[in-house]
C-alpha cells in the first residue's frame, strides 16, 4: 500500500498552525448579535416571574428570549440518530431550571458589553425547589426533576421519571447467583468513577445568518451537523429544507460536541431577527453548563474456580445522567458491552443497574463512554481475584480472555440502547497486545514492585480493554467522489473531522483506492447542502463506516474511469491495465489526465460522480493492553507516572501518525481521568473548579514517555483491514494505574481519581494494621 | 481612547475601550490566529509575542500595549510553515487550535535558548495546554525543529 498505512502530514494541519480562519467564531460575521444566556444560580427552581423590560429597554439590545417565546416541543440534545435512544426531556428555555448552570434567558446584543449588561437587568423571582444532589439518594426521592406531563421515550429504554429514572435495563446470560454460588473464589467490590469534563481547546461555538434564499445558515462546532440539522427543525418547528447546517473547523469534542449546546437559541435569534448571530460559550460554561462524563457507582462480583477459571461477572450499576437524560441509556449499556466480552468463557454474566436523574450538570458523550468506567471497575477487580487465587494477572487474563474466531453471547444481546449483534472475531491480536506489552514495560523484572531509594516504590500494572466500530444496523456514512478535469477528484463526505483526522485518513482510503496520491484528492466534509449524509464524529465509527463509503465509492469511480476509458481508446473495459495514472490496452494508452479533460471538454462530455453509502453489520472491536509504571513516594503518596505502554489492534492502522495520536491522545485523557481530573460540587450544587486552573487535565510536565505499538492486524470487513482507533486508547488507565498503585505500595483505589492523598491514607491504614 | 503599537512589524493605531483586553482587540482587528480558549491565562491557545515574549493575549490589557509590538503567528509564517511539517510527520498536530499559539512560543523559545533540554522544552512550554495528542509527538516535533533534524 502506498497511501494507507504511511506515516502522512494532515491535511489541514499547516494551515490551522499558520493561523488561517477557520473555524466558527473566525467564520462568524463581524457585524452579528452576541447572544448570552443569564444561567441558573439554583440547582433546581422555578421561575415564578421574569421581568424582562429594563434589558429589553437597554440601548443596543436586540431581544430577549425566555420560556414564554417558545412552544413547548421536548426533545434531546443528545445528537444520536433517529429516533434517539433519549428521553425528549429538554426544552429550549423551560419555567424550571434543574441544575446550576442551566438556562433561564438568553439575550442578543450588539456587543459582548451590552449583551451582559442586559443579563444583569433581567429580574427573575425564584422558588427554590430542593435539590438532587446525591445520586445514590434520587431513585424514588420524593422530589421529582422532570414532574412536567410532556416529556416521553421513543421506545422503550426504562424511562420512568416519576421515579427519578432516565433509564434502566437489566440482562442475564445463565444463572449468575448459581454460579457464583459453585464459585471456589468470589470477589465483591463496588467501584466510584467521577465526573470528567471534556475540555476540548475551542469552546462551544455556533453561529448563524440567513442567506440571499432566506435559507437558515448555521456554522458549528459540532460532531453532529445532520443531527443538529434534524434536531432544529424538530425543536423550532422551523422547515427541515430551509436549514443549512456546516461544521468548520472544530477544536476538538472528545464527545462533547456530539450534543446541541447553543445552536437552537443561536438560531431562534436569527429567526426571529433576521440578523446574523453567534454564540461562543465562555470557559465557565464550558464547564458547567455543557456536558460531562457520567459518575457511576459500580458493583462488582467475579467468580472463579480455584485453578482461575473465571465463570460468573455480576455487575450492578448506578449511573447519574444530570438534569437531563441525553445517552442515559447508551452510556450505561456500552459500560456491560464494551467491557463484559473480554471476558467470553464465563457460564453466566449478569449486567443491570439504574441511570437517575440528579441536580447536577447533564452527563452525555465522552469518548470512550461507559467502557472507561466499566473497565475500572471489571480490570481492578479481576486483579484483586487473582489476588486471591495466588495467580498472576497477566497468566489470569491470557486463560480467560477473548481471542481470534471467538465470539461472546454478550454481542447479540446488548447494542447501544437496542439489543446487539451476533460477531465472531474475525481480527482479533489481544494476546499478542498483552505478551507484547509485558516485553515492553519490562513485566518480568519489574512486577510486582521495586524498591527505591528515597522512600519510593516502582509498580507496574495493566488492564486489557476493547471498543467498538460504529454502531451496526444504526450508523450510516457516504462519500462522494467527483473526477474533475486535469485528473484530480473532489472526496465530499457527511463525515466530521473534529481534529482527530478523518478528513486525512478518509482522503488517504480514497487515494489508495483510486490509486492516486494523497494531493489529488480534495476532502470536503460536513455540510448538510453540499455533502451526502453521516451520522457524524461518534462511537468509534469513521474510520469503519464512513472509511468503507469512502472505499466503495472509490472502487465504483474506477469502475467508471474504465469505462470512459474503454469507450475513449475503443477497446474492452477488460482489456485495460489501469493503476491509478496511465490507461493502457495493448498498444493503446491514455493518461488519467488526458481522459479527465476529454470528459470535460472534448468527446463523451460528462461528469463522472458517484456516490457511495455504507450501513455496518457489524462492529468489530479493536483491542489494546495497556501497562503502566509508576513511582508512588510512601511519605506523601505522590504518583509519577514513568511510562505507558500500549499495544493496539486497532487493524490496520490508515496512517501511522494519526492513530497513534488517537491512542497517546486517548491515553493521556485516561490517565487525566484516573490521576487528575474531578469535577467537584460544593455542597449546593455549584461547581467548584470550572476554569483551567482548578480543574487539572495533564499538562506536558507530567507525561514522561509514552510507548505506543500496533499490532499486526487485518479485518477483512473494514476499509484496507482498518477497525476504529478513536476511543479505545482512553479505556485502560484508571484500571492499569490503580493496579500498578497496588502492586507498588498495597493499596487498592476503588474511587477515581487516584490521588496522593487516598493513596497515603491507604498506606496509613495499612502500617495501622500491621 | 487610542492605541499605538507595532503588530507584525507593521504600525497600527487601534481605537479601543479602556478595559479591552488584547485578545478581544486583535480578534476583532481580524488577527484570528489568535485563538480564545480561556480568559484567565490558564490554556495558552492566545499566545502572542510581546516584545518577543511568549504572553496570554487573553489577560493583557490592549492600553498596555502603548508603543510596544505584538507578534501573532501572521508575522512569523515561514517559522509557523517549517514548524508545521514537524508537526506532520509526527501526527503532532490534532485539532490545531493550539498549535498558532505554541508555534510562537516555540518561536520564543528558539530565540531564547537554541539548545534546551528537554526538561527546559516542557518548562517552556507548560502554559500552552493541549487536550489532543497527549504532549509526546509535539514534544518530539518541536525537538526536531529545534535541533533542525
Redesign the interface.
Same mark, same amino acid.
Given at each position: 500500500m502506498k497511501v494507507v498505512k504511511q506515516?502522512?502530514?494532515?491535511v489541514?494541519?499547516?494551515g490551522?498552525?499558520?493561523? %488561517?480562519?477557520?473555524?466558527t467564531?473566525?467564520l462568524a460575521d463581524p457585524n452579528c448579535l452576541i447572544v448570552k444566556v443569564l444561567r441558573s444560580p439554583h440547582p433546581h427552581a422555578k421561575i415564578v416571574t421574569i421581568d424582562t423590560s429594563k434589558a429589553e429597554a437597554l440601548e443596543g439590545v436586540e431581544l430577549v428570549l425566555t420560556y414564554k417565546d417558545f412552544e413547548r416541543r421536548p426533545h434531546t440534545r443528545a445528537g444520536q440518530g433517529y429516533p434517539e435512544p433519549s428521553p425528549y426531556d429538554k426544552f429550549v428555555l423551560d419555567q424550571w431550571v434543574r441544575y446550576v448552570g442551566d438556562e433561564a434567558a438568553c439575550v442578543a446584543a450588539v456587543d459582548?458589553?451590552t449583551a451582559d449588561a442586559a443579563l444583569k437587568l433581567i429580574e427573575i423571582e425564584w422558588d427554590i425547589l430542593e435539590p438532587i444532589l446525591d445520586f445514590e439518594k434520587a431513585l424514588d426521592n420524593p422530589v421529582l426533576i422532570h414532574p412536567e406531563p410532556e416529556i416521553f421515550e421513543n421506545f422503550p429504554i426504562g424511562f420512568d421519571p416519576k421515579r427519578n429514572l432516565a433509564a434502566g435495563y437489566h440482562m442475564e446470560v445463565g444463572n449468575v447467583e448459581d454460579s457464583l454460588k459453585d464459585c471456589e473464589v468470589v470477589v465483591d467490590e463496588t467501584f466510584f468513577t467521577q465526573a470528567q469534563a471534556?475540555?476540548?481547546?475551542?469552546?462551544h461555538t455556533v453561529n448563524a445568518k440567513f442567506d440571499y434564499q432566506n435559507r437558515l445558515m448555521i456554522y458549528t462546532s459540532t460532531q453532529t451537523p445532520f443531527h443538529v440539522r434534524r434536531i432544529i427543525s424538530q425543536a423550532l418547528n422551523f422547515p427541515l429544507s430551509r436549514i443549512r447546517v456546516i461544521k468548520p %473547523?472544530?477544536?476538538?469534542g472528545?464527545g462533547g460536541k456530539q450534543h446541541i449546546h447553543g445552536e437552537l437559541l443561536v438560531s431562534t435569534v436569527t429567526i426571529k431577527t433576521g440578523k446574523p448571530a453567534k454564540m $461562543?460559550y465562555?470557559?465557565k460554561e464550558v464547564f458547567e453548563s455543557s456536558f460531562q462524563r457520567h459518575p457511576m457507582k459500580i458493583n462488582i462480583k467475579l467468580g472463579a474456580t480455584k485453578e482461575g477459571v473465571l465463570k460468573a461477572i455480576d455487575c450492578y450499576i448506578l449511573s447519574d445522567t444530570g438534569a437531563y437524560g441525553e445517552h442515559a441509556l447508551t452510556v450505561f449499556m456500552v459500560a456491560g458491552a464494551k467491557v463484559l466480552p473480554l471476558y467470553n468463557k464465563v457460564d453466566s454474566v449478569r449486567f443491570y443497574g439504574d441511570v437517575v436523574y440528579t441536580n447536577h450538570t447533564s452527563a452525555g458523550a465522552y469518548r470512550g463512554y461507559g467502557a472507561i468506567q466499566g473497565n475500572f471497575a471489571v480490570e481492578s477487580s479481576i486483579d484483586m481475584l487473582c489476588e486471591k487465587l495466588g495467580m498472576d494477572p497477566i497468566e489470569f487474563r491470557q486463560k480467560n480472555m477473548i481471542l481470534k474466531d471467538e465470539t461472546s453471547p454478550i454481542f447479540a444481546i446488548m447494542g447501544e440502547g437496542t439489543e446487539g449483534i451476533a460477531m465472531n472475531m474475525e481480527s482479533c491480536e489481544l494476546a499478542y497486545c498483552v505478551t507484547r506489552g509485558k516485553e515492553l514495560i519490562n513485566w518480568d523484572k519489574k512486577y510486582p514492585r521495586v524498591e527505591l531509594p528515597d522512600s519510593k516504590v516502582k509498580g507496574v500494572g495493566m488492564a486489557i480493554a476493547m471498543q467498538g466500530s460504529g454502531i451496526p444496523y444504526i450508523d450510516m456514512g457516504a462519500a462522494t467522489i467527483k473526477l474533475n478535469d486535469d485528473g484530480f477528484y473532489n472526496l465530499l463526505i457527511g463525515a466530521t473531522d473534529?481534529?482527530?483526522?478523518s478528513d486525512t485518513i478518509l482522503a488517504q482510503i480514497a487515494a489508495e483506492a483510486l490509486g492516486t496520491t494523497l494531493d489529488k484528492v480534495i476532502v470536503y466534509s460536513s455540510d448538510t447542502d453540499l455533502t451526502p449524509f453521516d451520522v457524524g464524529a461518534y462511537a468509534s465509527s469513521t474510520t469503519y463506516v464512513s472509511g468503507n463509503a469512502v472505499y466503495k465509492a472509490a472502487m465504483k469511480m474506477r469502475g467508471e474511469i474504465l469505462v470512459e476509458a474503454a469507450l475513449a481508446l475503443g477497446v474492452n473495459v477488460e482489456d485495460i491495465e489501469y493503476d491509478g495514472v496511465l490507461i493502457k490496452a495493448g498498444d493503446k494508452e491514455m493518461t488519467l489526465v488526458d481522459l479527465s479533460n476529454r470528459l470535460y471538454y472534448s468527446e463523451d462530455q460528462k461528469q463522472l460522480m458517484v456516490t457511495s453509502s455504507y450501513f455496518g453489520t457489524k462492529s468489530p472491536p479493536p483491542f489494546m493492553a495497556g501497562f503502566v509504571e509508576v513511582d508512588v513516594d510512601t511519605e506523601t503518596g505522590e504518583l509519577e507516572i514513568i511510562d505507558y505502554v500500549s499495544v493496539v489492534d486497532c487493524g490496520t492502522p490508515i496512517?501511522?501518525?494519526?492513530?497513534?495520536?488517537q491512542v497517546?491522545?486517548?491515553? $493521556?485523557?485516561g490517565i487525566g481521568m484516573a490521576v487528575y481530573e474531578e469535577v467537584i460540587y460544593t455542597k449546593k450544587g455549584k461547581k467548584v473548579n470550572n476554569?483551567?486552573?482548578n480543574y487539572h487535565?495533564?499538562? %506536558? %510536565?507530567e507525561?514522561n514517555?509514552?510507548t505506543t505499538e500496533f499490532a499486526e492486524s487485518y479485518e477483512k470487513s473494514g476499509p484496507f483491514g482498518a477497525k476504529s482507533v478513536g476511543e479505545i486508547g482512553i479505556d485502560t488507565p484508571p484500571a492499569a494505574i490503580a493496579n500498578a498503585v497496588y502492586n507498588a505500595v498495597g493499596v487498592r483505589i476503588t474511587t477515581l481519581p487516584i490521588t496522593p492523598e487516598k493513596i497515603l491514607a491507604g498506606i496509613l491504614a495499612n502500617k495501622a494494621k500491621k | 481612547m487610542k492605541v499605538n503599537l507595532l503588530i507584525n512589524g507593521q504600525k497600527k493605531t487601534f481605537l479601543i475601550?479602556a478595559g479591552d483586553y488584547l485578545l478581544?482587540t486583535l480578534?476583532k482587528q481580524n488577527y484570528?490566529?489568535?485563538?480564545?480558549?480561556?480568559? /484567565?491565562s490558564?490554556?495558552g491557545?492566545c499566545t502572542v509575542l510581546f516584545d518577543g515574549k511568549p504572553i496570554k493575549a487573553c489577560s493583557l490589557l490592549t492600553a498596555k500595549t502603548e508603543g510596544h509590538e505584538v507578534t501573532?503567528?501572521?508575522g512569523i509564517?515561514d517559522e509557523?510553515?517549517k514548524?508545521?511539517?514537524y508537526?506532520?510527520?509526527?501526527?503532532?498536530?490534532?485539532?490545531?487550535?493550539?498549535?498558532?499559539g505554541?508555534?510562537l512560543a516555540v518561536h520564543a523559545l528558539k530565540v531564547e535558548n537554541s539548545n534546551p533540554t528537554d526538561e527546559e522544552i516542557?518548562?517552556y512550554?507548560?502554559g /500552552?495546554?493541549?487536550?489532543?495528542?497527549?504532549?509526546?509527538?509535539?514534544?518530539i516535533a518541536i525537538r526536531n525543529y529545534l535541533e533542525d533534524k
Amino acid at each position: 500500500m502506498k497511501v494507507v498505512k504511511q506515516v502522512l502530514p494532515s491535511v489541514d494541519g499547516k494551515g490551522l498552525m499558520m493561523g %488561517r480562519p477557520a473555524y466558527t467564531d473566525d467564520l462568524a460575521d463581524p457585524n452579528c448579535l452576541i447572544v448570552k444566556v443569564l444561567r441558573s444560580p439554583h440547582p433546581h427552581a422555578k421561575i415564578v416571574t421574569i421581568d424582562t423590560s429594563k434589558a429589553e429597554a437597554l440601548e443596543g439590545v436586540e431581544l430577549v428570549l425566555t420560556y414564554k417565546d417558545f412552544e413547548r416541543r421536548p426533545h434531546t440534545r443528545a445528537g444520536q440518530g433517529y429516533p434517539e435512544p433519549s428521553p425528549y426531556d429538554k426544552f429550549v428555555l423551560d419555567q424550571w431550571v434543574r441544575y446550576v448552570g442551566d438556562e433561564a434567558a438568553c439575550v442578543a446584543a450588539v456587543d459582548d458589553a451590552t449583551a451582559d449588561a442586559a443579563l444583569k437587568l433581567i429580574e427573575i423571582e425564584w422558588d427554590i425547589l430542593e435539590p438532587i444532589l446525591d445520586f445514590e439518594k434520587a431513585l424514588d426521592n420524593p422530589v421529582l426533576i422532570h414532574p412536567e406531563p410532556e416529556i416521553f421515550e421513543n421506545f422503550p429504554i426504562g424511562f420512568d421519571p416519576k421515579r427519578n429514572l432516565a433509564a434502566g435495563y437489566h440482562m442475564e446470560v445463565g444463572n449468575v447467583e448459581d454460579s457464583l454460588k459453585d464459585c471456589e473464589v468470589v470477589v465483591d467490590e463496588t467501584f466510584f468513577t467521577q465526573a470528567q469534563a471534556h475540555a476540548a481547546m475551542e469552546p462551544h461555538t455556533v453561529n448563524a445568518k440567513f442567506d440571499y434564499q432566506n435559507r437558515l445558515m448555521i456554522y458549528t462546532s459540532t460532531q453532529t451537523p445532520f443531527h443538529v440539522r434534524r434536531i432544529i427543525s424538530q425543536a423550532l418547528n422551523f422547515p427541515l429544507s430551509r436549514i443549512r447546517v456546516i461544521k468548520p %473547523r472544530v477544536g476538538g469534542g472528545f464527545g462533547g460536541k456530539q450534543h446541541i449546546h447553543g445552536e437552537l437559541l443561536v438560531s431562534t435569534v436569527t429567526i426571529k431577527t433576521g440578523k446574523p448571530a453567534k454564540m $461562543v460559550y465562555t470557559r465557565k460554561e464550558v464547564f458547567e453548563s455543557s456536558f460531562q462524563r457520567h459518575p457511576m457507582k459500580i458493583n462488582i462480583k467475579l467468580g472463579a474456580t480455584k485453578e482461575g477459571v473465571l465463570k460468573a461477572i455480576d455487575c450492578y450499576i448506578l449511573s447519574d445522567t444530570g438534569a437531563y437524560g441525553e445517552h442515559a441509556l447508551t452510556v450505561f449499556m456500552v459500560a456491560g458491552a464494551k467491557v463484559l466480552p473480554l471476558y467470553n468463557k464465563v457460564d453466566s454474566v449478569r449486567f443491570y443497574g439504574d441511570v437517575v436523574y440528579t441536580n447536577h450538570t447533564s452527563a452525555g458523550a465522552y469518548r470512550g463512554y461507559g467502557a472507561i468506567q466499566g473497565n475500572f471497575a471489571v480490570e481492578s477487580s479481576i486483579d484483586m481475584l487473582c489476588e486471591k487465587l495466588g495467580m498472576d494477572p497477566i497468566e489470569f487474563r491470557q486463560k480467560n480472555m477473548i481471542l481470534k474466531d471467538e465470539t461472546s453471547p454478550i454481542f447479540a444481546i446488548m447494542g447501544e440502547g437496542t439489543e446487539g449483534i451476533a460477531m465472531n472475531m474475525e481480527s482479533c491480536e489481544l494476546a499478542y497486545c498483552v505478551t507484547r506489552g509485558k516485553e515492553l514495560i519490562n513485566w518480568d523484572k519489574k512486577y510486582p514492585r521495586v524498591e527505591l531509594p528515597d522512600s519510593k516504590v516502582k509498580g507496574v500494572g495493566m488492564a486489557i480493554a476493547m471498543q467498538g466500530s460504529g454502531i451496526p444496523y444504526i450508523d450510516m456514512g457516504a462519500a462522494t467522489i467527483k473526477l474533475n478535469d486535469d485528473g484530480f477528484y473532489n472526496l465530499l463526505i457527511g463525515a466530521t473531522d473534529i481534529g482527530q483526522g478523518s478528513d486525512t485518513i478518509l482522503a488517504q482510503i480514497a487515494a489508495e483506492a483510486l490509486g492516486t496520491t494523497l494531493d489529488k484528492v480534495i476532502v470536503y466534509s460536513s455540510d448538510t447542502d453540499l455533502t451526502p449524509f453521516d451520522v457524524g464524529a461518534y462511537a468509534s465509527s469513521t474510520t469503519y463506516v464512513s472509511g468503507n463509503a469512502v472505499y466503495k465509492a472509490a472502487m465504483k469511480m474506477r469502475g467508471e474511469i474504465l469505462v470512459e476509458a474503454a469507450l475513449a481508446l475503443g477497446v474492452n473495459v477488460e482489456d485495460i491495465e489501469y493503476d491509478g495514472v496511465l490507461i493502457k490496452a495493448g498498444d493503446k494508452e491514455m493518461t488519467l489526465v488526458d481522459l479527465s479533460n476529454r470528459l470535460y471538454y472534448s468527446e463523451d462530455q460528462k461528469q463522472l460522480m458517484v456516490t457511495s453509502s455504507y450501513f455496518g453489520t457489524k462492529s468489530p472491536p479493536p483491542f489494546m493492553a495497556g501497562f503502566v509504571e509508576v513511582d508512588v513516594d510512601t511519605e506523601t503518596g505522590e504518583l509519577e507516572i514513568i511510562d505507558y505502554v500500549s499495544v493496539v489492534d486497532c487493524g490496520t492502522p490508515i496512517n501511522l501518525a494519526l492513530a497513534k495520536g488517537q491512542v497517546e491522545g486517548g491515553i $493521556v485523557q485516561g490517565i487525566g481521568m484516573a490521576v487528575y481530573e474531578e469535577v467537584i460540587y460544593t455542597k449546593k450544587g455549584k461547581k467548584v473548579n470550572n476554569d483551567f486552573l482548578n480543574y487539572h487535565i495533564p499538562t %506536558r %510536565r507530567e507525561i514522561n514517555k509514552l510507548t505506543t505499538e500496533f499490532a499486526e492486524s487485518y479485518e477483512k470487513s473494514g476499509p484496507f483491514g482498518a477497525k476504529s482507533v478513536g476511543e479505545i486508547g482512553i479505556d485502560t488507565p484508571p484500571a492499569a494505574i490503580a493496579n500498578a498503585v497496588y502492586n507498588a505500595v498495597g493499596v487498592r483505589i476503588t474511587t477515581l481519581p487516584i490521588t496522593p492523598e487516598k493513596i497515603l491514607a491507604g498506606i496509613l491504614a495499612n502500617k495501622a494494621k500491621k | 481612547m487610542k492605541v499605538n503599537l507595532l503588530i507584525n512589524g507593521q504600525k497600527k493605531t487601534f481605537l479601543i475601550e479602556a478595559g479591552d483586553y488584547l485578545l478581544d482587540t486583535l480578534r476583532k482587528q481580524n488577527y484570528l490566529s489568535v485563538k480564545k480558549g480561556c480568559d /484567565n491565562s490558564s490554556c495558552g491557545v492566545c499566545t502572542v509575542l510581546f516584545d518577543g515574549k511568549p504572553i496570554k493575549a487573553c489577560s493583557l490589557l490592549t492600553a498596555k500595549t502603548e508603543g510596544h509590538e505584538v507578534t501573532t503567528v501572521e508575522g512569523i509564517q515561514d517559522e509557523a510553515d517549517k514548524l508545521s511539517d514537524y508537526f506532520g510527520q509526527e501526527g503532532a498536530d490534532q485539532c490545531g487550535f493550539c498549535t498558532p499559539g505554541m508555534a510562537l512560543a516555540v518561536h520564543a523559545l528558539k530565540v531564547e535558548n537554541s539548545n534546551p533540554t528537554d526538561e527546559e522544552i516542557k518548562e517552556y512550554l507548560t502554559g /500552552n495546554l493541549c487536550r489532543c495528542t497527549g504532549y509526546q509527538s509535539q514534544h518530539i516535533a518541536i525537538r526536531n525543529y529545534l535541533e533542525d533534524k
